[in-house]
């Protein structure tokens, strides 16, 4: 069935860039999303890529698409304290499938 | 405000005591799902709706009723609440195609 994985736990020093990667299986997937989750929050869309693109940039963020791989990442530059969050990967046929989440944890 | 809105924020009941979560949408979106966020699961899909009158189980919709008589709104009903629902759940609008969930601010429930 269709499926999306990532890895659990991130821990970058602030000011380092910080890459979030993700697969997926379902390969008629239209749109494939990033969103974060602050603590006590809901889920709020970061950003989004379509399919037929390989890359999304917009200011500190960075989406890569290798559809090839089933293989979606995100690069925070310049990650600052604000960037601690549960970060989720998704994708988009006819429903969103999310990832169970990365925690991104700012080292000082 | 473009926003979804989900009441209450927190809710403590008693097992078997029947509620009701209310979600309400004002962005004329079509699509509208329930999910539940539980540590070490991520967000499980509860129940959807493709659009008004139109409903689908998710993949956890035991114990779980919905209803869409308006596009506006998507309530989550319990009608006999039990301990393993405790949890924070979501619900989520969008348009049909593209753009991404919009996501309210959750809904703490703790059934004891």
């Known amino acids: 069935g269709e499926d999306v994985e990532q890895s659990l736990f991130l821990s970058v020093r602030e000011g380092d860039s910080s890459v979030i990667n993700c697969t997926y299986t379902?390969?008629?997937?239209?749109?494939l999303y990033w969103y974060k989750q602050e603590p006590g929050a809901g889920l709020q869309l970061l950003t989004y890529?379509?399919?037929?693109?390989d890359m999304k940039q917009d200011q500190r963020l960075t989406v890569l698409l290798n559809k090839k791989d089933k293989h979606l990442s995100l690069r925070i530059a310049d990650t600052q304290t604000g960037d601690s969050a549960i970060y989720f990967c998704?994708?988009?046929?006819?429903?969103?499938?999310f990832g169970k989440g990365t925690r991104l944890h700012i080292l000082p | 405000e473009a926003q979804v809105t989900q009441n209450p924020r927190y809710l403590i009941t008693v097992t078997g005591k029947k509620l009701t979560v209310t979600c309400s949408q004002n962005?004329?979106?079509?699509?509208m799902s329930w999910y539940r966020q539980d540590p070490g699961l991520g967000l499980r899909q509860i129940y959807y709706?493709?659009?008004?009158?139109?409903?689908d189980k998710g993949d956890v919709p035991e114990g779980y009723k919905v209803s869409r008589k308006e596009k506006r709104n998507f309530p989550l009903i319990l009608e006999s609440p039990s301990p393993n629902q405790t949890s924070l759940y979501f619900c989520a609008s969008s348009p049909q195609t593209g753009s991404g969930y919009t996501f309210g601010s959750g809904t703490r429930l703790t059934v004891v």
């Open positions: 998704a994708e988009r046929d006819d429903k969103i499938i």
């Open positions: 962005m004329n979106h079509e699509y």
């Open positions: 890529i379509f399919s037929n693109m």
């Open positions: 709706s493709m659009n008004v009158e139109v409903t």
């Open positions: 379902d390969s008629s997937s239209t749109y």
